[in-house]
């Protein structure tokens, strides 16, 4: 059994590539993913209760899909608000090979930007940070995941998170209110909570 995790830069894993289809912002989409990547045979359920809860972007921005897998979140955003920029980000090569495969099918390949976390220019800000994130990396690295790019929100930006309760949902948003932000609660279904989190007040 290979010890690769979605999160390995260079899952050793074969590349098998399945289809994955969902209906996401008023739209039938099918996506190309593979083993060795996050929920590599479906839409993971926690991203999709995030899809189906969190208010989907309309306008123009620059958005960030942290922690994108094979892209359902990014391709989404690229749908849902067509003159957005999409940063999908994840340490996976694979992943990034599929994000950009699959934008390109749906013919965002200008607007989605699917990259390393090293290579998102430093001066880059979001409007806007949807995460499905990587609990099973552990604490300590989640908590530095978070405090590396939730910094990097615009002025009046908002981060969407989906945390399935039993993995800690409630003391997350706990860490990140004692950190200074503004933590809601926005849905819960199936499970998963969706936080919305923003800048808390000086």
């Not at 590396?148 to 399935?164: D, H, I, M, Q, Y």
């Amino acid at each position: 059994m290979s010890n690769d995790h979605y999160f390995s830069a260079d899952p050793a894993a074969p590349a098998t590539r399945v289809q994955v289809s969902f209906t996401a912002a008023g739209r039938e989409l099918e996506l190309t993913a593979s083993a060795g990547v996050f929920s590599a045979s479906r839409l993971d359920p926690g991203t999709a209760v995030l899809l189906r809860k969190a208010p989907l972007p309309r306008r123009a921005g620059t958005l960030l899909d942290l922690g994108c897998g094979y892209g359902p979140i990014a391709v989404t955003l690229a749908v849902s608000a067509p003159a957005a920029t999409v940063y999908a980000v994840d340490v996976n090569a694979r992943a990034l090979e599929l994000v950009r495969e699959n934008a390109a099918r749906i013919g965002a390949a200008d607007r989605v930007v699917a990259v390393p976390p090293g290579q998102v220019p430093a001066d880059v800000r979001f409007d806007e940070i949807w995460s499905n994130p990587p609990i099973r990396i552990g604490k300590p690295a989640l908590h530095e995941l978070l405090q590396t790019w939730l910094p990097r929100l615009a002025p009046g930006g908002v981060a969407w998170l989906v945390v399935s309760r039993n993995l800690g949902a409630d003391s997350l948003a706990g860490w990140l209110a004692e950190r200074g932000y503004a933590v809601d609660r926005h849905a819960s279904q199936k499970g998963y909570r969706v936080l919305s989190v923003t800048a808390g007040d000086d």
